[in-house]
Nanobody, 124 residues
Framework: QVQLAESGGGLVQAGGSLRLSCVAS?????????MGWFRQAPGKEREFVAA????????YYAEPVKGRFTISRVNAKNAGYLQMNSLKSEDTAVYYC????????????????WGQGTQVTVSS
């Protein structure tokens, strides 16, 4: 079992940047998992943001964040990251990291382990 903990959220002005971190702990190896980032805005469904394969060799992004967000990971540190640039008010949400075995997916239902989330608020 792997536990995940996000950090790095906060309040930022539109156009600014934030870097979210997701640190894994537990008996299983973080490097065995595909990692994803999701977000949930008030009154909305949780949505896919980005995913990265276990090796970090392939990354995938939702259309609204392409070109602005970058997902990465450092398996030696049991950590994953989401660099968010050119933030917009519509990026305001609670951001979650999650992991799954096997191929990447944009479906939250395929991810079995989740962090508690970190709030990102973008003021316009």
């Amino acid at each position: 079992q792997v536990q995940l903990a996000e950090s790095g959220g906060g309040l930022v002005q539109a156009g600014g940047s934030l870097r979210l971190s997701c640190v894994a702990s537990g008996r299983s190896s973080f490097s065995a998992y595909t990692m994803g980032w999701f977000r949930q805005a008030p009154g909305k469904e949780r949505e896919f943001v980005a995913a990265i394969t276990w090796s970090g060799g392939s990354t995938y992004y939702a259309e609204p964040v392409k070109g602005r967000f970058t997902i990465s990971r450092v398996n030696a540190k049991n950590a994953g990251y989401l660099q968010m640039n050119s933030l917009k008010s519509e990026d305001t949400a609670v951001y979650y990291c999650a992991i799954k075995y096997g191929a990447w997916s944009s479906s939250q239902y395929e991810y079995g382990n989740w962090g508690q989330g970190t709030q990102v608020t973008v003021s316009s």
